[in-house]
């Protein structure tokens, strides 16, 4: 079940779109007070947002949710005003795709985060590291910078401040360790991490392989890190009451409970 639940989660991680069409002058005025259309994609995003739902209707927030199946049409459909709200993406997504289509939309909350994690089968510690290790990371360039600023968390490389979430191996400033940095495809990481003295695997991979973030990582993202999911809405509805009584219910101790038992620290609450 959780195979079927994270099958998709690797392509979020591609923020590199190829730009189409231009925004548009989309108005639609204030939002309702007790009616919301909400876009997700499928999986774990829809499974919460059927939660939120739940949690809205009893103070008579109405939520119509749209649940897609690919990561385009969400942002286009919330431009366009067939949307007020989305739920299925990070910042670093948002930030490149509404820039690259010149859309005005903004993120208002954060939600959850799909962390990657640093895996050993031989240590316990990053501190247990040694002098040229290999250390494997995914290969395409998104899941690669995220993989390095996780590296750089953990104090194990410094990177070049101007690099940020388009970091590679050439922007390490300070290796310590003179640890050796191999490049993987993402999805065979785990099947050769015996190989390896330590990897950092995506959540999707790590769990198709058996591992639980939370419980068998070696280090793993803090929840404020780049990549955690964020709530979406074009910005001239950024400070609606309606969104900020929307927030306030994806974010409650009943949303973050219903997290933490369906997912079993797979996917982390942001709050």
């Not at 119509?64 to 007020?84: I, Q, R, S």
């Not at 954060?110 to 316990?124: A, D, H, K, R």
């Not at 410094?158 to 388009?166: E, I, K, M, N, Y």
Request: aromatic share 8%.
């Amino acid at each position: 079940m959780k195979k079927v639940l994270f099958s998709m989660l690797t392509a979020l991680s591609m923020i590199g779109l190829a730009a189409c069409g231009g925004g548009g002058e989309t108005s639609t005025g204030e939002l309702s007070e007790d009616q919301l259309k909400v876009g997700v994609t499928a999986g774990p995003h829809e499974q919460i947002m059927e939660k939120v739902i739940e949690l809205a209707a009893e103070e008579g927030l109405e939520i119509d949710m749209t649940v897609f199946t690919e990561y385009v049409m969400p942002n286009v459909a919330l431009d366009e005003g067939e949307l007020d709200l989305n739920s299925f993406q990070h910042k670093p997504y948002l930030d490149n795709f509404k820039e690259e289509r010149d859309l005005d939309l903004i993120d208002v909350a954060t939600t959850v985060n799909f962390p990657m994690g640093i895996y050993s089968t031989g240590i316990s510690d990053v501190a247990d590291l040694e002098e040229g290790d290999k250390v494997g990371l995914p290969n395409d360039p998104t899941n690669g910078a995220r993989a390095l600023i996780l590296f750089e968390i953990a104090g194990l490389i410094s990177l070049d401040p101007d690099a940020g979430v388009t970091a590679t191996v050439n922007d390490i400033t300070e290796n310590p360790h003179n640890l050796d940095f191999v490049e993987l495809e993402a999805s065979q990481i785990p099947r050769q991490l015996d190989e390896l003295a330590a990897a950092a695997i995506n959540t999707n991979f790590a769990i198709e392989h058996g591992y639980v973030p939370t419980e068998d990582s070696i280090f793993i993202e803090p929840s404020d890190s780049p990549w955690v999911n964020v709530l979406a809405v074009r910005t001239e509805n950024e400070n609606d009451a309606v969104v900020q009584k929307f927030i306030e219910i994806y974010q409650s101790d009943e949303v973050k409970q219903f997290i933490e038992e369906e997912f079993a620290g797979s996917v982390v609450s942001s709050w």
